[in-house]
């Protein structure tokens, strides 16, 4: 499979990504139990096919020992010069605490070792709360990392407006900023891209698929109940679903993306995706990647080919015009997570 040269975005002059990122939020555990083996053996199908930027943390069970693992195969495999054609994100996600350089050089640097890299080519960096300035202490430390070669850059995840704006006047240099956003969550929109275009920060984006419900699984059916959603993913956007418009609209939804998708010869999860691949700032989709259990490597691939038509557009947002302002019920992007 070779993906158009539209699959690509030059993040920085030393970061050539896929646009769609391969989640692996999939393989913490909370999805069910994955396969090592399997798992690392099929992330050679899956940068075969050009999809060779990965999203991880290290607070998402063995992801990063994966990397780490993958790194040493391709290695091996195919020579050292093929690791140059992967990109490996990841995240860290300390508890709430005072910072120290010795403290956050410590867990960087367990970062490196579990995925056997001298430089982490994009960290992003979460911080639980607001009330105390450790997040800026952290950030400082981070930027004196980079500064010494074990950082190659620097990005954010479920920061709000107002704060990723601190810190960026702070003269901390963020690339890109991870945030939920979807034909549902739509908050984004309201502060946070108009920030990112000013700066100059690109967002990376998940929660995009609503764990799968943006899909033909879910396209006449009755609303499920909560012991009915298998995995975690499923179980935190039919919240967002229900405080979004409820089931009845949401079926409304997906019948407007599958008449679309039909008239495209592509799925309601390409729809989705290519939606908010198109919207200003974005460098990147996060798709779940579901090693050795499911892949959609053809279908993700439909979407570089795909354009929305004004028509579209103008059917999809007739429709998200019906529903409730989530940004007004939850707060701006990563609120709901405080």
Request: proline content about 4%; aromatic content about 8%; some cysteine.
């Amino acid at each position: 499979m070779n993906l158009p040269s539209s699959s690509r975005l030059q993040l920085t002059p030393d970061l050539n990504i896929c646009r769609i990122l391969n989640g692996m939020w999939q393989v913490s555990g909370k999805h069910g139990a994955i396969d090592p083996t399997t798992a690392i053996q099929t992330m050679f199908d899956y940068i075969d096919a050009g999809f060779t930027t990965w999203d991880l943390a290290d607070i998402y069970g063995p992801a990063e020992d994966f990397i780490g693992q993958f790194r040493h195969q391709l290695a091996i495999n195919r020579g050292q010069e093929a690791l140059s054609n992967i990109q490996a994100f990841t995240k860290w996600v300390p508890k709430p605490t005072p910072m120290t350089k010795e403290f956050v050089e410590e867990q960087i640097n367990i970062s490196r070792q579990r995925m056997g890299v001298e430089t982490l080519d994009l960290l992003q960096f979460h911080c639980w709360r607001y009330q105390d300035n450790n997040y800026l202490d952290a950030l400082k430390y981070l930027s004196e990392l980079q500064e010494e070669g074990k950082i190659k850059h620097l990005g954010l995840t479920n920061f709000d407006t107002e704060h990723l704006h601190e810190i960026v006047e702070a003269g901390i240099n963020i690339v890109s900023h991870q945030v939920q956003f979807s034909l549902i969550d739509r908050r984004p929109e309201v502060n946070m891209i108009p920030l990112c275009l000013q700066k100059n920060v690109k967002l990376f984006t998940y929660g995009t698929l609503c764990g799968g419900f943006l899909s033909e699984k879910f396209l006449g059916q009755p609303e499920p109940q909560a012991e009915q959603l298998s995995t975690a993913s499923l179980k935190e956007y039919k919240i967002m679903i229900d405080k979004w418009g409820g089931w009845g609209l949401f079926q409304e939804l997906l019948t407007v993306l599958s008449s679309i998708a039909a008239k495209h010869g592509v799925s309601i999860s390409n729809i989705a995706v290519r939606y908010i691949l198109d919207k200003p700032a974005v460098a990147g989709v996060i798709v779940g990647a579901r090693l050795g259990i499911s892949e959609h490597l053809k279908d993700n691939a439909r979407v570089f080919n795909l354009q929305l038509d004004r028509e579209d557009s103008d059917r999809i947002n007739a429709v998200l015009e019906k529903s409730h302002n989530l940004y007004d019920l939850i707060g701006d992007c990563g609120d709901e997570l405080r």
